[in-house]
């Protein structure tokens, strides 16, 4: 089965830089799509059109009001109503944007991106009116590389966001106040030096929006493959992939052959000049000349010269016409260097014969050691030797007591056969186990004289001994006795693998949907655009949204957006810190009230969301929009710790 891990490894081989409105960012989505589509369920390429500016104008209008508000103060009435309606007016559009009218929203080209998503309809015995639907998305576009998340200007950039609103509000008040002639001109002044300060916050912010747009885009390896790993990890805890080979690797053979069958395979002059038959003072130069069928090479009278023919033709079928020889490009060798001067000889690769070499692959390899059949054979190691082992002593044990005939022509005088009863079992101590998976040889006693039915038996008594058992949850969370004591408490990966392992009824039970996200970049266009599809179908659900779960610290955030901030749903927090809790996962909760992530839009909407990040010590999303957004600094066990937690979050909910 695969893992997060996995998958982690195969979108960073075969995706690369995907920004929005672009042909890599289809090609990415169609690579998700055929990941998904592995496991059997349904999968959609939902297109969508929106605004290709996205932000841009917003940052615009922030570079307006500081230039407004310089002006506005420079001396004169005139110069303070011309810098008042540049300030002012872009105070009003801005705060227009906070209430929910977005007034740019269709202004602009049009770009076209897509959603991929994959719906789970709930299934199974444990469907129940009440069970909510859980929607896990993660955007795969890349993003753009931006100085203010990798200059010294980073340490600052969460409380430059935060506060933007409010000097925004501030400069424009400044502004106007410079309109107002009657006022005295030393308050007027100190009006506009105040208004001056408060602009430059927006200006720094406004600047690197506008810088972002135009600069190069990272590689995106925790932002956000990483989390479109933890997606697909869920996406195979929910439905697994039942392959001893990985799922992963099988479609990466399967891209690779296909790449070498579209590969040309042409042999050219160095491939010749390196296998060192051909003397240096040749010439030589492809021709195109009809290949004959089936017939020996003839010798021309030219002088000096000698032609290589490389390849044969194919014969046609006995009920297909024949076609005319293909003209292929073959080798002319010119040179003084032949045996005979005044011959041309003309050279055809020699065909090996495969089935008289394939004859010698049977023969014994006299490096290898032969084995003695006559010699004692080996004591069963694995569990299926030790079973097929014991089978045969059972046989042998039923033989000896059957006896033979005697000598009666009837031959209804046989012994009775008697069969020893079993030696019970010897009692062993109680060990914790959160799954018999791991643990199965360690719980069964099998010996050289086990029988299937001892087996049965011994199934039995053990399912029954963990039902019973108070230390059993029927999870992955540790009890209070071995909470407060350290005496045969489970490893942490026990407990992550215990979660993955549960009864596959409790995740099936709800409506699933596996999303991963387009035009992140253009204002959260692929979440807006879900919404508005599947809104009524929506109705209840949890919003889980994985954002660079790759790196930093893991955090659940409390609260999102700048501006019009929302506080993320606390039963959602609540079971996140819960399930974190009983999987040693380490997870705090964070404000994220200077920024919006993809659930921002589905809180605006009266959604019930939240956000799993990984934060650095600064607050910022781990390596998003940096130089530094490559695969080495990316950890995809914490990605799969992710999908352990989302999964149980499922469960759970």
């Not at 000698?306 to 040179?335: C, I, N, Q, S, Y």
């Not at 009666?408 to 186990?433: I, M």
């Not at 040889?441 to 001994?465: H, I, N």
């Not at 004591?485 to 215990?498: H, N, R």
Request: net charge negative.
């Amino acid at each position: 089965m695969a893992n997060a891990h996995d998958y982690f490894e195969y979108l960073t081989d075969h995706v690369d830089i995907s920004p929005a409105n672009s042909q890599e960012e289809l090609n990415a989505a169609t690579t998700i799509a055929e990941l998904m589509g592995e496991h059997g369920i349904e999968v959609k390429t939902e297109e969508f059109d929106t605004a290709s500016l996205g932000r841009l104008p917003y940052a615009l209008l922030l570079v307006i009001i500081f230039i407004g508000t310089f002006i506005a103060g420079i001396g004169g009435l005139p110069f303070a109503f011309i810098g008042g309606l540049l300030a002012i007016g872009s105070v009003a559009v801005i705060i227009l944007d906070h209430l929910g009218n977005n007034i740019f929203e269709n202004f602009g080209p049009v770009a076209r991106s897509q959603n991929v998503v994959a719906v789970h309809e709930a299934s199974g015995p444990l469907v129940a009116k009440g069970n909510r639907p859980v929607v896990v998305v993660a955007h795969y576009d890349s993003p753009r590389e931006s100085f203010l998340y990798s200059s010294g200007i980073a340490k600052y950039l969460p409380m430059l966001r935060r506060y933007t609103p409010l000097c925004v509000v501030i400069a424009g008040a400044s502004s106007f106040i410079q309109t107002l002639a009657f006022l005295p001109e030393a308050l007027r002044r100190v009006f506009w030096v105040l208004g001056f300060l408060a602009a430059i916050p927006p200006l720094i912010v406004g600047i690197g929006a506008i810088v972002e747009r135009f600069s190069s885009c990272s590689l995106g390896a925790n932002d956000n493959k990483s989390s479109i790993a933890a997606l697909l990890g869920v996406l195979e805890a929910v439905f697994p992939s039942d392959s001893a080979e990985s799922l992963v690797a099988r479609l990466a053979q399967k891209r690779e052959a296909a790449e070498l069958a579209a590969r040309p395979v042409r042999h050219g002059e160095d491939v010749l000049r390196t296998l060192g038959v051909l003397p240096e003072s040749c010439e030589i130069e492809y021709i195109d000349e009809p290949e004959p069928v089936d017939e020996e090479p003839e010798v021309e009278e030219e002088p000096a010269q000698a032609t290589a023919d490389l390849g044969t033709a194919e014969e046609p079928e006995a009920d297909e016409p024949a076609a005319a020889p293909a003209a292929k490009p073959a080798f002319r060798v010119v040179g003084d260097e032949l045996p005979d001067p005044g011959a041309t000889q003309l050279y055809r690769p020699q065909v090996a014969d495969v089935a008289r070499r394939a004859a010698l692959f049977d023969l014994p390899d006299p490096s290898e050691e032969a084995n003695d059949p006559f010699a004692p054979a080996a004591a069963p190691t694995s569990m299926a030797d030790r079973l097929g082992h014991a089978d045969r002593q059972n046989a042998r044990r039923i033989s000896d007591h059957l006896g033979t005939f005697d000598d009666e022509p009837d031959g209804l005088d046989v012994p009775a056969p008697s069969y020893d009863e079993p030696a019970p079992a010897e009692d062993k101590p109680k060990r914790f186990s959160l799954f018999d998976r791991k643990k199965r040889e360690e719980e069964y006693a099998v010996d050289d004289d086990s029988t299937w039915d001892d087996l049965e038996s011994q199934d039995s008594a053990s399912t029954r001994g963990r039902k019973n058992s108070p230390r059993w949850k029927g999870g992955a969370a540790v009890s209070e006795e071995l909470r407060e004591s350290d005496a045969d408490a489970p490893s942490d990966d026990e407990l992550v693998e215990a979660a993955e392992s549960l009864a596959i009824d409790e995740l099936l039970c709800h409506d699933i949907w596996f999303v991963a996200l387009g035009a992140n970049g253009l204002d959260h266009a692929g979440m807006k655009a879900f919404i508005a599809k599947h809104r009524p179908q929506l109705r209840g659900a949890f919003v889980v949204n994985l954002d660079c779960v790759g790196a930093g610290t893991l955090s659940v955030l409390s609260s999102e957006g700048i501006g019009n901030t929302r506080r993320a749903d606390r039963r959602i927090n609540r079971l996140l810190k819960g399930a974190a809790a009983d999987l040693h996962v380490d997870l705090v909760e964070t404000p994220f009230d200077w920024s919006s992530t993809d659930a921002t839009p589905a809180m605006r909407a009266s959604m019930r969301a939240a956000t799993i990040m990984g934060v650095n010590e600064l607050g910022l999303p781990a390596l998003s929009r940096t130089p530094d957004d490559v695969p080495e600094n990316v950890d995809p066990a914490q990605a799969s710790l992710v999908a352990s937690l989302v999964t149980e979050l499922i469960r759970r909910a």
